[in-house]
């Protein structure tokens, strides 16, 4: 018989390392056959214990990843939006950003509320991980091209990199974002970014 969604998490538990092992292989690694462990794992994402969490949102994220979140995907987007904005673990709030980036389907809620989470997380790698999921949507993102604009500007250098390499895969389609880009390419004062930018400048014309 077939173990469950919280069974696998029990098994993390387990004082057995090869138990445990077992356990993290199995939930990250879930397929389009285990849909099935959706809400369990939805539920686990709730729970106190910060590795079950990280575990569970893993076996979100792959079965994401392979289109298999089936009729429950809205749901799974509204929980994970809560656990990018809420939970006190900056790595469970990057891992549910890297499911959301995965759910297309949902961008119209999926994309405004990754932009929530970059403009008040205080964390860099969880407003990183945010921009990286923008990029991954491409164009189920492209209401986003203003904030990605904005975030040139953000605070730490690596965040405005990363918002200047989305800017080559989000489609920037206002005329006077399109002059932002341009004027940016020019004089940010990141030549890593000015860097990323000509690409975008480049890639925004040739579309």
């Known amino acids: 018989m077939r173990k469950s969604a919280i069974q696998w998490l029990d098994d993390l538990r387990d004082p057995d390392k090869r138990v445990a092992h077992r356990a993290t292989l199995k939930l990250g690694g879930l397929g389009a056959a285990d849909a099935w462990m959706v809400p369990q794992l939805v539920a686990a994402i709730s729970e106190g214990d910060e590795r079950r969490r990280f575990w569970a949102i893993t076996g979100l994220w792959c079965l994401a990843r392979k289109r298999a979140l089936g009729i429950t995907a809205d749901d799974v987007c509204r929980r994970l ?8 673990a900056f790595g469970i709030r990057q891992a549910a950003l890297m499911v959301l980036a995965r759910c297309p389907a949902q961008a119209e809620t999926v994309v405004p509320a990754i932009v929530d989470v970059v403009r008040a997380d205080a964390d860099t790698l969880v407003r990183e991980e945010g921009i990286r ?54 004089a940010h004062p990141d030549p890593a970014v000015r860097s990323q930018l000509e690409a975008a400048v480049r890639v925004q014309r040739r579309r």
């Open 81 to 88: 939006i809560e656990v990018a904005r809420t939970d006190s």
């Open 133 to 186: 999921a923008l990029t991954t949507l491409r164009r189920a993102a492209a209401s986003a091209a203003g904030f990605l604009v904005s975030a040139l500007n953000d605070r730490d250098a690596s965040v405005a990199c990363h918002a200047a390499i989305a800017l080559k895969f989000v489609p920037v389609k206002e005329p006077s974002l399109v002059r932002a880009v341009i004027r940016a390419s020019k």
